[in-house]
């Protein structure tokens, strides 16, 4: 692609907080041309020099466009995939909860299209670097714990960062972490929920936007590393990364480190 042309870029899921901020950056971004955005919802009061549609299909139907970007539901998300394969537009995926089939059919149906394509559960560069550090840390320890925090409308638990950091974690420590048992539980479940016996624990309330924590502990010290996330502003450097580089994707791409380890 010429370097003075514009990835054309439409934003589905556009009437949500995060779908707002994208359609700012990328309005911002001058090496970037919002074509029109997109939701299931009514506009409302949302301010756009764009077109707005509540149909994926008619959108892209009459709006070139070379890079969707999507933080919506997953059932939305997956609904909107065959349009946007049929269009031969690139999808980079933020939206989260969905199920290990889900990921497989979304990564399925680009690859098997040869359309690039691009997720992460999470934008963040703190986050990547989170998970990465927690990684390097869990050879030397054998007992964790993670923590995650999100706002009261956050629909899925645990978190699709807090899945993805105990997967580095488990990738990095090849035997089972020990875990404490207790022999009296009078409430069960108290002691969280559990990936690759990691105890993962979820607070959903006002007050908070995300935070992710991991507690590594061993004889006599502990190792905290935690990443708190304030404004929604903070994805945007992350999402604009993905769309000027998934047009050159050979593939789809899972996660943001993916990303930053080819800079």
């Not at 700012?24 to 001058?30: D, F, G, P, Y």
């Not at 139907?61 to 999507?70: G, K, Q, R």
């Not at 199920?99 to 691009?118: E, T, V």
């Not at 016996?197 to 502990?222: D, E, K």
């Amino acid at each position: 692609m010429p370097n003075k042309t514009k990835i054309k870029v439409a934003v589905h899921g556009a009437a949500g907080r995060v779908g707002r901020e994208v359609i700012a950056a990328v309005s911002k971004a001058t090496d970037l041309q919002l074509t029109c955005a997109i939701d299931q919802l009514d506009k409302g009061q949302i301010s756009l020099e764009v077109p707005y549609y509540n149909n994926v299909e008619e959108a892209l139907s009459e709006h070139s466009t070379d890079v969707i970007v999507d933080f919506s539901l997953a059932a939305a998300c997956l609904g909107m995939l065959p349009h946007v394969i049929h269009h031969k537009v690139s999808p980079v995926i933020g939206t989260t909860g969905f199920s290990d089939k889900d990921l497989r059919y979304i990564a399925d149906i680009c690859n098997d299209n040869k359309i690039p394509g691009f997720i992460a559960p999470n934008f963040t560069i703190g986050a990547v670097l989170l998970s990465k550090l927690a990684a390097m840390a869990a050879p030397y320890f054998e007992y964790v714990d993670l923590i995650e925090e999100h706002h009261e409308n956050k629909i899925d638990s645990p978190s699709g960062t807090a899945i993805q950091i105990a997967n580095a974690i488990h990738d990095a420590h090849s035997d089972p972490f020990s875990q404490n048992h207790p022999t009296r539980e009078p409430y069960p479940g108290a002691r969280g929920a559990s990936i690759h016996g990691i105890n993962i624990h979820s607070s959903r309330m006002p007050g908070r936007l995300a935070h992710h924590q991991v507690t590594f502990g061993g004889p006599g010290q502990s190792l905290i590393i935690r990443h708190d996330t304030n404004d929604r502003e903070c994805y945007m450097p992350g999402v604009l990364m993905a769309v000027r580089k998934v047009l050159s994707l050979h593939d789809f791409t899972v996660g943001l480190d993916q990303l930053l380890d080819n800079d």
